[in-house]
C-alpha cells in the first residue's frame, strides 16, 4: 500500500511540474537582434551602427564594422542588443555616393524592412544630402561631409517574443528531462535520503575536520593561514595588471574592468580549490578510510568546508573594493547564499566521483587540473560572453559555471535576482542534481574496495 501511495504521490509532482512548464517555461529569448544590409562604396572605412535607448547616442555603445570591397557589394551585419530601440547609422567618414540594399532587421528568425525608415521625411540626419530609390529598390545615400549618419526611431518595432513550434518543442523537451529526473530521483532516493542522514549526523566532526585541516595546511609556515588569502589576492592583481594595464582593456558594458573582474573571480576561486583538494580527499585521509567505523562519505564535504572560509573571506573582500570604488551594497547581495550553496552543491557531486575514481585511476588528479585551466578560461570570467555571437552563446551556457559566474555579476553589477533567470536557473539544477545522483552513486557502489586498493 505505501508504494502505491508514494507511485501517485510521484505521479502528481509530475503532472503538476509538467503543467507548471507548458504554463510559464518559454524558449530563452536571445538578447541581440541583428542589422543588416548590402553596401557599395567608393572608400574602404569604417561603417558603424550605434543604439540607444533615445536620440541621443554615444562611442560606448557602438558596433562596427570595415567596408573593404571599394566599389563592390560587401554584406555588413550588426548585432545590437534588443532592449535599445534608437539605432544611428554612419556611413565612415568620406563624401561618398553610397547604395544600400536588403535593410533588413531580425530578431528570432523575424525579419522587418527598414527601407521605407530609412526614405522617411524628418529623420534626424547629418552630412547626408539626397536619399533616392533606384529602378530595383535599391537605396542611395549622398554623402556630403565627413560625418554621415541617419537616426531610425524603432519604438513602435514589436517583436514575438518566441516562434510558436520552436516554443512547443522547447516546452515538451523540458518536461521530459523534469520527468526522467523525477524518476531517477525516485528510483536511487533511498540511497540519497541516506547519504544525507549520515551527513546530518556527523555534522559536528565535518565542522570540527574541516577547520583542523584548514589550519594544518598552512602549519610550520611563518605567515600561516594568511597564505590562504594572500595568493588568491595576488592571482587578481595579476589578471587586473595584465587585461586593464597591459592590454588596455575598456570597462564591462559601462563598470570598470577590476570590479567586473573580481566579481567572476570569487567563485571560480572557490570552485577551483575545492574540487581539488574534494578530489585527493580519501587519497590524504587514507588512514581514515582504513577505519571500519569512520563515515568516509564526510571527507569530500570536509574539503570543501576548508576552502568555504576562504571564499567566504573574499566576498567581504570584494564587498570592500567595491565599496572603495563607490559601490554600496544592495540588497541582492543575500542572494550570494544562494549561488554559494549551488557552488557547494555542484562541487559536492563531482568530487564524489572524482574522489572515488582517483583511489584506483591515479592520474585522474592531473586530468581535473588540466581541465579547470581549460574550464577557466571557457568560462567568462576575465572576458565578457557579448565577445561571442549569440548564435554560439548556447555553447557557454552548456557549462554550469557560467550560471554561478553570471549570478555573482547579477548580485554585485546587475542587481537581478536568480528567479529572474528562470531558464538557466532550472538547467542548473537540472544538471546539479544528476551530477550528485551520478557521482553518489559512483561513490557508494566504490567505497567497499577503498580500503583494499588504499
Request: contains cysteine; neutral net charge; aromatic residues 16%.
Amino acid at each position: 500500500m505505501r508504494v502505491k501511495y508514494k507511485s501517485l504521490i510521484v505521479t502528481l509532482i509530475i503532472v503538476i511540474l509538467n503543467i507548471l512548464v507548458l504554463r510559464f517555461v518559454e524558449l530563452p529569448k536571445d538578447n541581440n537582434m541583428q542589422l543588416s544590409y548590402a553596401a557599395v562604396g567608393n572608400f574602404k572605412t569604417v561603417y558603424q551602427t550605434l543604439y540607444s535607448d533615445s536620440n541621443v547616442f554615444d562611442g560606448r555603445h557602438c558596433v562596427e564594422m570595415v567596408y573593404e570591397k571599394k566599389g563592390d557589394k560587401q554584406e555588413l551585419t550588426f548585432d545590437l542588443p534588443s532592449e535599445y530601440k534608437w539605432i544611428r547609422l554612419d556611413f565612415g567618414n568620406y563624401i561618398d555616393h553610397i547604395n544600400l540594399s536588403c535593410i533588413e532587421l531580425s530578431y528570432m528568425k523575424q525579419k522587418i524592412d527598414l527601407s521605407s525608415r530609412i526614405l522617411r521625411e524628418g529623420n534626424i540626419s547629418n552630412d547626408i544630402g539626397n536619399i533616392t530609390t533606384t529602378a530595383d529598390g535599391n537605396i542611395e545615400v549622398d554623402v556630403v561631409g565627413g560625418d554621415p549618419y541617419i537616426v531610425l526611431d524603432l519604438t513602435d518595432v514589436k517583436f514575438e517574443t518566441v516562434v510558436g513550434i520552436e516554443n512547443v518543442v522547447f516546452k515538451i523537451i523540458v518536461c521530459v528531462l523534469l520527468t526522467a529526473l523525477i524518476l531517477v530521483l525516485q528510483k536511487y532516493m533511498g540511497s540519497l535520503i541516506s547519504l544525507l542522514k549520515e551527513l546530518n549526523v556527523n555534522k559536528k566532526l565535518i565542522w570540527n575536520l574541516s577547520k583542523n585541516d584548514f589550519r594544518t595546511k598552512y602549519a610550520g609556515s611563518y605567515l600561516g593561514i594568511t597564505w590562504a588569502f594572500v595568493q588568491p589576492i595576488v592571482t587578481v592583481i595579476i589578471y587586473w595588471f595584465v587585461f586593464q594595464v597591459g592590454f588596455k582593456s575598456a570597462p564591462m558594458n559601462d563598470f570598470p574592468f577590476v570590479l567586473w573582474l573580481i566579481a567572476g573571480m570569487v567563485p571560480w576561486f572557490f570552485f577551483n580549490e575545492a574540487l581539488l583538494n574534494a578530489t585527493n580527499s580519501l587519497l590524504e585521509y587514507n588512514y581514515l578510510v582504513k577505519k571500519v567505523v569512520f563515515k568516509i562519505s564526510i571527507l569530500p564535504i570536509v574539503k570543501i568546508m576548508s576552502s568555504l572560509y576562504v571564499h567566504i573571506f573574499f566576498i567581504v573582500f570584494a564587498n570592500i573594493v567595491y565599496l572603495i570604488g563607490g559601490h554600496m551594497p544592495s540588497i541582492y547581495m543575500l542572494q550570494v547564499v544562494y549561488y554559494l550553496f549551488c557552488t557547494f552543491f555542484l562541487v559536492l557531486g563531482l568530487s564524489y566521483a572524482t574522489s572515488a575514481i582517483i583511489i584506483f585511476f591515479k592520474d585522474l588528479g592531473q586530468i581535473v587540473n588540466i581541465l579547470l585551466q581549460f574550464g577557466m578560461w571557457l568560462t567568462p570570467i576575465m572576458w565578457s560572453n557579448e565577445m561571442i555571437g549569440p548564435r554560439y552563446q548556447w555553447v557557454l551556457k552548456i557549462n554550469p559555471m557560467y550560471y554561478i559566474v553570471e549570478g555573482y555579476r547579477d548580485t554585485f553589477i546587475r542587481h537581478v535576482w536568480f528567479w529572474e533567470r528562470y531558464n538557466q536557473t532550472m538547467y542548473f539544477w537540472f544538471v546539479a542534481i544528476v551530477l550528485f545522483g551520478v557521482g553518489a552513486l559512483i561513490f557508494k557502489r566504490l567505497k567497499v574496495h577503498f580500503a583494499d586498493v588504499l
